[in-house]
């Protein structure tokens, strides 16, 4: 199910955002909405941001930390669950809100974004990226518990399985620590 995952042609910038649920999504799609008056952005699928990849487009993405993703889908879909019984459900069903995004981003065995951000550093690399596209803030919730808190009712084979559904996530942060 990769319909909530969304891509936007930035035409005046040759560059496509990919959009990641439980990842400043809906910031994005606001700030690059078409609805915008004198837009140069448009919302294209996934094919078309393969073949403007293939034409040399460079393709964005941010990642956030998939431990705390998990935690941020947890406090808007499993408020009404044990924590792992959310994480169970997370690990055996595609959903957008809290699959991992290098699943997400793939087309034809091959994962789309040529740039990848870590979503800690999105104000600042979106303004690089993206100049003229001011990243309008929504949906923050500072009242949510952290992965850390939530964690602390797991036992350590559980968190073995949890790290090992992510670890793609996980390399893609990692290599953009060691080239940051």
């Known amino acids: 199910m990769k319909k909530d995952v969304k891509y936007y042609a930035v035409d005046d910038l040759c560059k496509v955002v ?15 909405g078409p609805s915008h008056e004198g837009s140069k952005t448009r919302k294209i699928s996934m094919t078309e941001a393969f073949v403007l990849k293939r034409q040399g487009w460079k393709i964005l993405i941010w990642v956030r930390d998939p431990l705390e993703r998990l935690a941020c889908a947890y406090y808007i879909f499993g408020r009404n669950c044990d924590f792992q ?23 034809n065995y091959e994962f789309l974004p040529t740039d990848v951000y870590l979503f800690e ?16 803030h929504i949906g923050a919730n500072p009242e949510r518990k952290t992965w850390n808190e939530l964690a602390v009712s797991l ?26």
């Open 121 to 136: 550093n999105l104000e600042k690399t979106w303004a690089k990226e993206l100049p003229g596209y001011d990243l309008i």
């Open 18 to 32: 990919c959009t990641t649920q439980r990842t400043a999504s809906v910031s994005m799609v606001e700030s690059l």
């Open 155 to 180: 036992d350590d084979e559980f968190m073995h399985i949890v790290l090992d559904r992510w670890s793609k996530d996980f390399g893609l942060r990692r290599h953009m620590k060691a080239a940051a």
């Open 85 to 107: 019984d959310f994480l169970e459900r997370a690990m055996s069903e595609t959903n957008p809100h809290w699959s991992p995004a290098e699943e997400l981003h793939t087309y």
